[in-house]
């Protein structure tokens, strides 16, 4: 699928993006749910057993659509930060903080005259963004296991086989913390954008995954490759992941490699820092 859009001083900007969505060979529900609509990609992780975390991300991507429909064409990272809290208070109005969800993902958006991806991230779903040949994991996951990679309390290898690598510290909808991370990213021509849930990548290796991503078959190929791979791996949870590739015919002077001053200062373009106050 694809979209466009009048971009900075009139250049077009396309996406061109495929997505899926899969219950996998072990669960009886798909408690995930996906957005990829104009400028706006995201993946939800439902938690809570039953029906629960199927009405919780489902309720998270409906009103990120609501709110994306409502900006306009382009986003700000005011509208997603609005998106996040409001999606956060509607999921407790409606389960009563017995149900919660993830959400990772990017909005393309404008600073001045020039895209950038604003990536964002509660839980332990991904983004992971190639650009210029550069592979790479962009969120951080908000997980037990994490937390212990980060003290050097284990292993990354170790951290894939944990029994406690499914439980996350942070969700919207249920618990004490929902704050999103966020990160503002140069867009630029050739950049290709996964966005995920932990059914790939507990099933799919970074490398495997990287090789797919690195392949540049079309993005909805390239969807139905690591679906497949995830598949044949057990598929034991459910997968979901959109793939995005970006177009845009911009002067090669239109793309810099920071952020906007005014977003750095405020913050956004790193996650918290473990251990300052909520």
């Known amino acids: 699928m694809s979209a466009s ?12 993006f495929g997505f899926a969505t899969d219950r996998g ?20 992780d439902g938690m ?29 990272p005011d509208d997603l930060q609005e998106f996040m809290v409001d999606a956060d208070r509607a999921i407790r109005e409606a389960a009563g903080s017995r149900a919660g969800t993830t959400v990772s993902g990017a909005a393309l958006v404008r600073q001045g005259d020039a895209p950038y991806w604003l990536v964002f991230n509660v839980g332990d779903s991904r ?4 650009s210029e040949d550069e592979f790479r994991q962009v969120t951080v996951d908000h997980s037990e ?19 406690r690598r499914n439980v996350i510290t942070r969700a ?4 004490e913390d929902s704050d999103a991370d966020f990160w503002m990213l140069p867009a630029r021509p050739g950049d290709r954008l996964l966005v995920c849930s932990d059914g ?16 540049r078959t079309p993005p909805q190929i390239a969807v139905d490759d690591l679906l497949q791979a995830a598949l044949r791996s057990g598929g034991r949870d459910n997968i979901t992941l959109v793939i995005v590739d970006v177009k845009l015919e911009h002067d090669d002077d239109q793309f810099t490699d920071t952020a906007p001053r ?4 405020d913050g956004m373009t790193k996650p918290r820092p473990e251990g300052s106050a909520e």
Not at 5 to 16: E, K, M, N, T, V
Not at 25 to 44: G, T, Y
Not at 152 to 157: L, N, P, S
């Open 262 to 265: 005014e977003l750095i200062e």
């Open 127 to 130: 983004t992971y963004l190639l």
């Open 25 to 44: 060979l072990r669960r009886p529900l798909n408690e995930d749910a996906l957005i990829a609509e104009r400028h706006l990609f995201a993946v939800a």
């Open 172 to 175: 919207l909808g249920t618990g």
């Open 5 to 16: 859009g009048a971009g900075p001083a009139g250049d077009q900007i396309s996406l061109d």
């Open 48 to 76: 809570g057993g039953h029906e629960a975390g199927e009405v919780a991300s489902s309720i998270c991507v409906a009103t990120f659509a609501r709110g994306q429909e409502a900006a306009g064409e382009w986003l700000s």
């Open 200 to 215: 790939l990548t507990n099933e799919v290796s970074d490398s495997a995954i990287r090789d797919v991503v690195m392949s």
């Open 145 to 163: 296991v994490q937390e212990m990679v980060d003290n050097g309390e284990i292993t990354a290898e170790q951290a894939l086989t944990h029994p």
